[in-house]
């Protein structure tokens, strides 16, 4: 499984998360190292963000994903469209703290992996191509690998290249945040 995460967001400078916002246009240097190094995808799904959906579109243009609504961000409730700036200091939290830590009317990391984990357990032993989002990815890699909270640690870039192998007998991730140095 390939998880990419969408170009940059045009968020203004605001926590996007379930808001609908466009990416900015793709660097052409990544998008040609993603095109090359994965080729033409058997099976290509998306968030339905548009943001994910321009990504998409960036790197197949001939191709229609399937829009898998599982896959948007986490919601960050009444923290969405926050600039960062002023987003609340919730102070230190253990990163299990932070895991279960859910914004007012939102949802927290854990929430997230257990709503992406049931459509991720469609695709084992699949080649499919995934675009989505940061923390989508983060949490498909803390269920895969069952690193729990943990997994909140790793760094995931815009048009980064996640791919995680899922087989009945284990899983492994074999690239993490891979980006054109």
């Known amino acids: 499984m390939s998880l990419i995460r969408h170009a940059p967001a045009q968020d203004g400078g605001c926590l996007a998360g379930r808001r609908d916002v466009p990416a900015h246009p793709g660097d052409a240097a990544q998008i040609e190292a993603l095109q090359a190094l994965l080729g033409q995808p058997d099976v290509l799904i998306s968030s339905p963000a548009q943001r994910c959906l321009q990504t998409t579109n960036m790197l197949w243009p001939d191709l229609k994903p399937t829009e898998v609504p599982s896959l948007w961000e986490q919601d960050f409730g009444d923290w969405e469209g926050t600039p960062y700036g002023e987003l609340p200091d919730i102070g230190l939290l253990a990163t299990s703290e932070l895991a279960a830590h859910r914004p007012p009317n939102g949802e ?16 084992i032993g699949k080649d499919a191509t995934i675009i989505c989002h940061a923390g989508v990815i983060r949490a498909a890699l803390s269920w895969a690998l069952d690193l729990g909270p943990s997994a909140l640690s790793f760094a995931i870039e815009p048009l980064s290249l996640t791919q995680i192998e899922l087989t009945s007998a284990g899983n492994r991730a074999t690239r993490v945040n891979w980006t054109v140095s």
């Open 108 to 123: 927290s990391f854990n929430d997230l992996r257990h709503r992406i984990s049931e459509g991720l357990k469609n695709h």
